[in-house]
């Protein structure tokens, strides 16, 4: 076997070497992108939770959950009881709103 058969296997196996390590790059890269955009969404969740006064409760399938509370009187018991649930608030992007809000919150929202 001649020397230039050997030096073009070598030049070929470490191009396919080189293009492989690309790829996995490529991947870790898009998914630390991707793992990154929720933390944002959770963030937002929990700020449009507060502002409704409400308790947050979890992000799942992109949606928001806040924890919602009902008071009722059990005549059993002869006391009240408070019961939580998770409502969906949706998918929340930007939270925007102008009306009805303190100096404070409005500053919160503006990022000022």
């Given amino acids: 076997m001649p020397d230039d058969d050997f030096i073009k296997i070598k030049k070929r196996d470490l191009t396919r070497l080189f293009l492989l390590l690309i790829?996995?790059?490529?991947?870790?890269?898009?998914?630390?992108?991707?793992?990154?955009?929720p933390k944002t969404q959770v963030?937002?969740?929990?700020q449009f939770c507060d502002y409704a006064n409400l308790d947050f409760a979890f992000v799942k399938d992109g949606m928001c959950y806040c924890y919602q509370g009902q008071i009722f009187y059990n005549q059993v018991q002869n006391k009240t009881v408070t019961v939580y649930q998770a409502i969906n608030v949706g998918l929340i992007k930007n939270i925007t709103a102008e009306d009805g809000l303190t100096q404070q919150a409005r500053n919160l929202l503006t990022g000022g």
């Fill in 43 to 46: 963030s937002m969740c929990n």
């Fill in 23 to 37: 790829f996995f790059a490529a991947g870790f890269f898009l998914n630390s992108f991707i793992s990154a955009q």
